[in-house]
């Protein structure tokens, strides 16, 4: 993982992190996290008051926790509040 100051910026639909993943909504339900060769669909929620639901189960295990503080730095910087569930 790279060092230094994480900055995230928008590149359409897609939140970019200056450390190398991107996340994005696919509407109300499902988010698509790309991280080099990892592509996943993450099972999630848009709530009404600009917070998402991740059901972090459908997360692979292995990288879990990883992938779960990435989605919710990225939707934070953007001013989203996340929750975890599962």
């Keep these: 993982m790279a060092t230094g100051v994480e900055r995230f910026s928008k ?3 897609w939140l970019v992190s200056s450390l190398g993943f ?3 909504a696919l509407g109300r339900a499902g988010m698509e996290y790309l991280d080099g060769d990892c592509r996943l669909h993450v ?6 008051d600009k917070a998402f639901v991740v059901y972090v189960d459908s ?3 292995e990288r879990r926790l990883e992938i779960q ?7 934070r910087s953007a001013g989203f ?6």
């Design 11 to 13: 590149r359409g639909p």
């Design 43 to 48: 099972n999630s929620e848009a709530m009404s």
């Design 22 to 24: 991107e996340v994005r």
């Design 69 to 75: 503080n990435n989605i919710t730095r990225a939707w």
């Design 59 to 61: 997360i692979p295990e």
């Design 81 to 86: 509040e996340v929750h975890t569930q599962g």
